[in-house]
Structures are given as C-alpha cells and as structure tokens.
C-alpha cells in the first residue's frame, strides 16, 4: 500500500518525503528514489490522482512556446532584434515576425523597435539550445508606450491572472488601469492618474505575497474596494466606461 | 527605458512612484552592534527596502610622516554582487570609489573624529580607523545610506586594549572614539525639473543629476559632491542644499544620544 | 593535552544555538542568512545569466558559481584586506563541489548561477555556515534539488572529540583539529571533508558520526526557516 505523507496545498522543500510506495507517482517539482517520492523543489503539494506535482512558489522564468511575455529590446541586426524576456538567454524576433504588414529589407529598425523599448510578445519556439523566437503578429502584441513595467515572481503569474483572467479583471475593472501580465513576471501598468496606477500596483505586489492562501479573491476585493474609495468620483466614469467596453 | 520615462512624467506632476512628497523619507532604522564579536563597532541601517551595513576596525599603525602625532581613518565601499544584480564581482569600480571618497570627505573634513587624540603615546604610533561598508540590498539612495551607516558604526565602536604595543582584540575597553562632530549627509537628485530626496533604484536611473551635501550639527556644510551628466542651475543649488539642510536634520534624529 | 569542560559549557556534542531566515535580499532572486553561535553568513543567489567567458560554459546544464568572502571587519583580529585571497577561493570551490550533487540545472544549459556568500561577523565554522546558507538561498530561489545540504565542522580539541568547534577551541593551546563536512541529509553522502591537523583513524570515524548526527539540527532550522516563509504569510 502506498502512503502519501503530506497533506494537499503543504508547503515542502526539497528533499522532503512525499510519499511511500509505487502507487504514487512523481509529476512535476517531483522524482523518485526507490520506494520514495521526494520533492525537488520549495512548493506546494498538489495531488491529480496518483501523481504529486510541486507548484513552485518561486523561481526564475523558463521561457515555452506561446507564452506572452513583456520583453525589453536589447539590440538588433540588419534583420532581427534580440529582446531580453527575463530569461538567461536572449530571444529574437525576426523581420517578417515583426509587423503583420510588409516591412521591406534594408528598412531602418529602429522605427519599429529602438534598443529600450518594452514590447509585449509571444513565444513561437523554444529550442533545446536556448534559441528563442518572437513574434508580434498577434491580438495584443504590440509595442508598450507609456505606463510602467514592474517585476513579480513568474511563478506567481498564474495567480495574478486568476480563473479566466478573473483576479487581472478584477484590479483593472476596479482601478481603471490597463494591465498585462506578462508571463515572465513583468507587468505593465497604465491608468488614468498615478493613484489609480499606484492602487494597481500594490494590488499586484499584494497578490504576489499571498499568492498561496485561501481566500484570496475575497481578501483582494476588499483591498481594491477600500483603496478605490480615495479615488476620485470621475475615476468611477472611466471605470464605468471601461466595464461597458 | 518606458519606467524612467514614467517617473519623469510623474514628477511634473508632483507626484512619485511609490507615493512619497518629493522631501519624504522612506522609513529609516539603525541597529547598532551586528558584528559586537568581530568588530570594534558596526552597524546596520535600512532606508525603505536599501540595507547597508558598515563596521569599524582599528590598529596602531605607523603614522604620516608630516603627521607624527596624528591617526587617521581609512573609508571602503563595496559595492557586492550580494546587494544588486547590477553589480559585478572583480576590483572596485568608479561608483564604488565614488561612493568610498564622498563618505570619507564628509567625515574627514569635519574633523567628526579628532585625530590628535588617536596618536599612542607609549609606542609611538597611532591609531588607524577603517571604516568598510557594505551594500545588503541595494534598493536606492546609497549615498546617505552609507554615511549614516558609517556614523553609527563609529559611534558604536569602542577601542580593544593594548598588550605591550600590541594590539589584543579579544579584550575590548570601553573607551569610545574621540568623537567631535556627527556629520550627515543628504542627497538631492534631480529628475526632470524637480528636487527630491532618497530616490528608488527607478528614480536615480530617471535622474540626470545629483547634489550632495553633508552637514554638521552646528549647521556647517563639509562636504560635498556633485553628480551624473547633467548640470544644476545656481538657485537649484541653493535649493538642494536647504532640502538638504532640512532632511539631516530629521535624519539626525534618529542617532542615539 | 587534556579538554576537561568546553569553554562556553556545551556537551561535547552539542552545537550552538542555531538561526536561519530566508528571503533577506528583495533584490537576489533567492536569499538567506545563516547563524551558528556568532558566526553569521548571508547568502545572495543571481542567475541563470550569461556565462562569459564561453569556453566555461557547459552545453548541458547551468554552472554553480560561489563566492566566498570574509568583510575586512568579519575576523577574529586584523582587518581583512577586501579582496579575493587564495583561502576564499578553495573555499568558494569546494562550496561549488559541496553544493553540486543535489543541484540539478539541466534547464539552463550554457548558463551561470552566481551564489554570493558574506560572512558578518565570524567565530570559526565559515564555510560550514556558509554552505548551509547558501544550500537554502538556492532552495529560496526555486533550483531543482535533490536534497538541502547541511554541513558541520567537528574536531579535535586537545583529547576530546567535539561537534561545532569555535575560535576559541580551534586555538586550543594543546592542539585542535578541524573536520569542516557538508552531508546531504537523507542519504548521509559526504560532500565536503576537510582536515586540518593530526588525528586517529577512529577518533576521524567519530567525528564524522558526530557530524552526521549534527546536521539533522541543520536541516531542522533550515526546513523551518523555508517554510516560515510561506507560512507567516499565511496569517
């Protein structure tokens, strides 16, 4: 008979013994050693029938295919621009993923993407050596003008995003800001006024700290409803305005 | 960089980042004594989210020879890779340099420890105050942040005692530094055209210029430094100094008496 | 020569009161600081980044990279000279080698972790107190591992065989000798052994036994330490 050690949404760290016995079966954040299932990684316990999979609570972003990502760009070539996405790695977009239209060769690059610009792009590819490829032609994917970027732990994304994007709509319906999670933990922030924007902010730092606890929507409701009242009565138009979007 | 373009377009609102008025303070803390079995004297100070740790140590040394009776103090920044990941491993950069001379100026020139009372008779040497500094985490505002780090550190040190010319650093006295002034430093960064003090890390990327200013407690500027590319008008000097002035004053505050 | 009572009034295998905290450092990508007696080691982790130059990089898998150092106020007497010396090289090594054998970062080939380690104030066992903290810096940081590792120093003083020596036992006028060891908890793989001074092969074997026995109080302080983490701020 195998025995499972641990309780569902623990927190273990590596080395800890999940589970005895061949039953059990390791998924992610997870191996095997014998007759033991041992975690790998700081996470939580997770079990999908016989398999015990670690929900990381932190850790760098690793970076797969149709992801979308805030990526900063770093340099270019005569024919491609290489984006820092928060990985060890570079990635590259190339000319004919840059723009849905035409952009003839020779053209100048940086009238489309200067080194510096914040872009938000997707993941097309990911090889086995670190070669990682972008696009921009896709609903969304664009250059990001304005606002601001900042970083939250990429394992924390998720959350951040919520069920069908219920905890992002959630900050944005009440702020009234624009905000894009991007999966590699950068969020761009852009609102009407800085308070709005700042609201948007310490929700989103706030999310990122309690990711792992019960009730979370709940605990995030309150502290937009209580933070929202110091926003002026006009921020309630626009938010008006950007519910009926 | 679309942040430091936020932070400006914020300051020509009067507005900052994490909320703050252009003259506030992140939450300042010191703790005296965090290296009591190694060092002489140390210190841990934390402003918002920057933590910077300094310690004192002391030995009898040769004096300068155009300063026989005199002692001196010897100030080193580190910037660790530890702190930031903007910062590198090998020998010390420009900002680190930077950083260690400002620190010592502003300690040195006050005369905030005097030196004649650091000369040991009976040997006839003197006493060497090194005075390292260290980043923990590096989140903005390292300037006052080390001076204030440093301060409390000698404040906090006391000299070991002395076997037959030598020193014994497991017997420590309990005879302070011969200390003369507190001196206190502030800096004032200008982003886009507004004054303010204790920048983040965005802030004092979105800055193009910074002023500065270290204060005694009788009011007496004595040191100073101005820096990044771009230059300050008079009267912005003559601004920046009096939030200057305003700020070490608070900051002074927290020292223990 | 004869070690009748330890100075500070341990057993003889009793360690110093231990501490740990993780996620010290908001800018490291994981961090931790580790306390054993007076000795306090903070440990930053940065990376996967770039590795240069190439010819150090591994197609494979990700290289550990440590660095040791003492700050020049951290020593038992004169100051340190800031600086890399021949001592925190070794021992950034054979932390690197320590570490290893339960750190899996086949997920980013080419690349380089950097585990910065900075000893604040020290009373001997550095580089055991530096590993434990580093071993919980690169847990905080979300590294696959096998296990933590927890390591130990355990010794000679004058006859005696002890567990957790400090400055003053290693300076112990009858003679001292030091096991510094680095063990992965559950399996008892020794992954650090050093020695310094004359010693027994059976007086050795008990020192390491002693050790081993040690670092489950390790691995204790740093379980607690990770995962106070998540659950403080469950409250």
């Known amino acids: 008979m195998s025995k499972l050690l641990v309780e569902a949404k623990a927190v273990v760290i590596p080395g800890e013994i999940l589970a005895e016995g061949m039953d059990h079966l390791p998924g992610k954040g997870a191996f095997r050693e014998g007759e033991k299932v041992i975690a790998s990684r700081v996470g939580l316990v997770y079990v999908n029938g016989s398999i015990i999979n670690i929900v990381p609570l932190s850790g760098r972003y690793i970076p797969k295919k149709d992801d979308t990502v805030i990526g900063y760009v770093r340099d270019m070539t005569y024919s491609s621009w290489f984006i820092n996405i928060g990985y060890a790695y570079d990635a590259s977009l190339s000319l004919k993923d840059a723009s849905s239209s035409y952009i003839e060769r020779g053209a100048s690059l940086s009238d489309f993407f200067a080194v510096a610009d914040a872009i938000l792009t997707r993941i097309t590819n990911v090889t086995k050596d670190n070669n990682i490829d972008l696009t921009m032609v896709g609903p969304g994917l664009r250059k990001l003008k304005g606002g601001k970027i900042i970083e939250i732990t990429p394992a924390k994304v998720p959350r951040l995003v919520g069920k069908q994007g219920s905890m992002i709509s959630m900050i944005k319906d009440m702020t009234g800001c624009s905000v894009f999670a991007g999966q590699n933990g950068r969020i761009w922030i852009k609102g009407k006024t800085p308070e709005a924007e700042k609201i948007a902010t310490d929700a989103v730092f706030l999310v990122e700290e309690k990711a792992h606890i019960r009730g979370l929507t709940d605990h995030m409701k309150g502290f937009l409803e209580e933070k929202c009242k110091s926003l002026k009565v006009e921020k309630k138009v626009s938010i008006n305005k950007e519910t009926k979007k | ?257 | 020569m004869k070690y009748e009572k330890r100075y500070d009034g341990r057993k003889f295998d009793e360690m110093r009161p231990m501490s740990a905290e993780v996620g010290i450092i908001k800018n490291a990508v994981g961090s931790a600081k580790f306390t054993i007696g007076k000795t306090i080691a903070v440990a930053a982790v940065y990376g996967p980044k770039d590795l240069f130059p190439k010819f150090l990089q591994n197609p494979k898998s990700g290289v550990l990279r440590c660095h040791y150092n003492m700050m020049a106020f951290s020593g038992a007497g004169d100051r340190v000279r800031p600086g890399t010396s021949r001592r925190s090289k070794e021992i950034s090594m054979v932390m690197e080698k320590s570490l290893l054998p339960v750190l899996d970062l086949q997920d980013f080939p080419k690349s380089v972790v950097d585990v910065h380690v900075e000893l604040i104030q020290t009373d001997a066992g550095t580089r055991c107190a530096a590993i434990c903290a580093a071993s919980l810096a690169l847990a905080d940081a979300g590294f696959e591992m096998k296990d933590l590792v927890c390591a130990i120093s355990a010794g000679l003083v004058g006859d005696k065989v002890v567990l957790d020596l400090d400055k003053k036992e290693e300076d112990f006028k009858g003679g001292a000798v030091d096991i510094p060891l680095a063990i992965i908890p559950r399996t008892g793989e020794v992954t650090l052994l050093q020695l310094d001074g004359e010693i027994s092969k059976e007086d050795l074997k008990r020192c390491v036994d002693f050790g081993i026995k040690g670092c489950d109080q390790i691995l204790e302080v740093q379980k607690n330490a990770l995962k106070a983490k998540y659950t403080e701020a469950k409250k």
């Open chain 2, 1 to 257: 960089m679309i942040t430091e373009e936020y932070v400006e377009s914020l300051t020509k609102l009067g507005k900052r980042m994490d909320g703050r008025k252009f003259d506030e303070y992140r939450d300042l803390s010191i703790e005296y004594g965090i290296s009591k079995k190694s060092a002489e004297g140390s210190a841990r100070v934390k402003i918002g989210e920057t933590e910077v740790i300094a310690g004192v140590k002391l030995d009898l040394g040769e004096p300068y020879p155009d300063k026989p009776e005199e002692g001196s103090i010897m100030v080193n920044v580190e910037l660790l890779p530890l702190s930031s990941p903007k910062y590198e491993s090998g020998p010390p950069g420009i900002d680190a340099i930077e950083l260690s001379r400002v620190t010592d100026r502003g300690i040195r020139e006050c005369g905030a420890i005097d030196f004649k009372k650091l000369y040991h008779k009976e040997s006839g040497k003197v006493w060497l105050v090194f005075i390292d500094i260290y980043p923990i985490n590096a989140a903005g505002n390292l300037f006052d942040a080390c001076t204030i780090a440093a301060m409390a550190a000698i404040r906090d040190a006391v000299f070991p005692s002395i076997e037959g010319n030598k020193v014994d650093y497991s017997t420590k006295t309990k005879t302070p530094l011969p200390l003369q002034k507190l001196p206190i430093s502030c800096t004032v960064w200008k982003v886009g055209n507004e004054l303010l003090v204790d920048p983040s890390v965005e802030e004092e990327s979105a800055a193009n210029s910074r002023l500065t200013v270290v204060f005694t407690e009788d009011d007496k500027i004595c040191a100073m430094q101005k820096g990044k590319d771009d230059p300050m008008l008079a009267d912005e000097i003559e601004k920046a100094v009096e939030l200057a002035f305003k700020t070490t004053k608070d900051i002074r505050g927290h020292f223990k008496k």
